[in-house]
Nanobody
Framework: VQLQASGGGLVQAGDSLRLSCAASGRTFSIYPMGWFRQAPGKEREFVAAISWSGGSTYYADSVKGRFTISRDNAKNTVYLQMNSLKPEDTAIYYC???????????????WGQGTQVTVSS
């Protein structure tokens, strides 16, 4: 399974970015997907997840109302729309594929390589 994340960059506080993650190597449409992030000196943390159909979404409290996860199963791609970005959103963002229904107690089965998001104040 390969997960290729893209869309990161350097933006100012209040700006928006959309991350994309293209998946290959297994049937994309039947697995939940997620985004995680890791800031310098901190542990990797959950950001958002989406069910295989897109009908259910889950968010960390820190991004709820600002970030939106979505997926296009025809394109094998999951997205993270990030609005009202804050300096504390600065991190490497990783997409991930779960092997079963999303459960915060379970780690994803596969990880992408990450894309850097830097938000200046």
């Amino acid at each position: 399974v390969q997960l290729q994340a893209s869309g990161g960059g350097l933006v100012q506080a209040g700006d928006s970015l959309r991350l994309s993650c293209a998946a290959s190597g297994r049937t994309f449409s039947i697995y939940p997907m997620g985004w995680f992030r890791q800031a310098p000196g901190k542990e990797r943390e959950f950001v958002a997840a989406i069910s295989w159909s897109g009908g259910s979404t889950y968010y960390a409290d820190s991004v709820k109302g600002r970030f939106t996860i979505s997926r296009d199963n025809a394109k094998n791609t999951v997205y993270l729309q990030m609005n009202s970005l804050k300096p504390e959103d600065t991190a490497i963002y990783y997409c991930a594929s779960f092997n079963s229904a999303y459960d915060p107690r379970r780690s994803p089965g596969y990880w992408g390589q990450g894309t850097q998001v830097t938000v200046s104040s």
